[in-house]
């Protein structure tokens, strides 16, 4: 009798069980416009996690990760004058989905939503809000979000050959 009820007991938060969802190969893509040229680069290898109950969210990139079609480019990025990657090696944001209520992880279906949290680069902290979906496929996620940052907030010097805002794509399969 003990045993059925603390089965009982336990049965809400048994099925209350939360998931967490995670991937190593999340992908972040930067563009921006220059007068001079266009300048893109993907990072292939972000780290990223997402809980189903709570919403939380995050991603964790190393910045010597950012691949350039041109290699002069690539070795300006990493440089102390723009994104100085031996000092600040790393990208991070946590935060959270707002109203992941609305998100049905077991129901196929592609689910808009919001997301607010701190996206730190360079060693500087900046809250942002930004839109995506989420499509939830036979149990696999497909998580999608497309956002502007200024670069002044993370404190990297901007010039004429480089915008001062840049267009963030990310792209995360769980």
Known sequence: MKKLLLLLFLLPNLLMAQKTYSTKTAK?????????????????QVESKLVDKTGALSFVMLIKGFVFENALMQKHFNEKD??????FPKASFAGKINSIATVNFSKNGTYNVTVNGNL?????????KATGSIQVNNGKLLAKSVFKITLKDFGISVSEDIAEVLEITVTANY
Not at 28 to 44: G, L, Q
Not at 120 to 128: D, E
């Open 82 to 87: 723009y994104m100085n990657s031996p000092v």
């Open 120 to 128: 730190t680069i360079k060693g500087k902290t900046q809250v942002v």
């Open 28 to 44: 972040v893509k930067f563009y921006s416009h220059t007068p001079a040229e266009d300048i893109e680069a993907t990072n292939s």
